[in-house]
């Protein structure tokens, strides 16, 4: 009895660790016929951004087709990551607006931050971009913006996960000109 017992206490302590070990790391995106994850983007007002541990979040309040509001929440990195990187609980504040590039969870509302896009608060004040979560280095994207933007300086960029740029109107049409595509300067 007492070996079929702690045959019985094992396994579940086994099952329990291998599915909470696994637990947040659940995010399944939605991939094209090519296998390649799909990236969309949306444009709404900030609900609130937490820097948390296992992963960081971003809702956002999108306009829906029927008059109303949908909230998006946005995964990004842990904390202490981010916190190294210089990411803030205060970088945007509810209300601001915001278009997120992302790759889109297999779960409705919800994706994986790619690049955050915050537009400034008075046609005189340039937006900034920051590019994350697989844009990582010396790729053809980061080669791409540091090519034609500045850099914002609120990012500590020597970890080659995030970088921030800031992009005034006149860029923002050079860009979109270029890529067409809604915020296609940071879409491979």
Known sequence: MNKVFLTLLVASAIAANFSTSFAHHSFN????????EVID???GAVRVLRILNPHSALIVNVPNGSGGEDGWLMEI????????EGWTDDMVSPGDTVSVSFFVSQTPNRGRLRALLIHGETADEPDELFVSYGIRGNTP???RLRERLPV???IDASYQRTEC??????AMAALDAEFPAPMGYVVP
């Open 165 to 170: 740029f800031v992009i005034d109107d006149d």
């Open 29 to 36: 995106s939605q991939l094209t016929a090519e296998g390649e």
């Open 41 to 43: 983007v949306v444009t």
């Open 152 to 154: 914002c300086g609120r």
């Open 77 to 84: 990195s842990p904390a202490t990551q981010l916190a190294r």
């Open 141 to 143: 994207v980061m080669r």
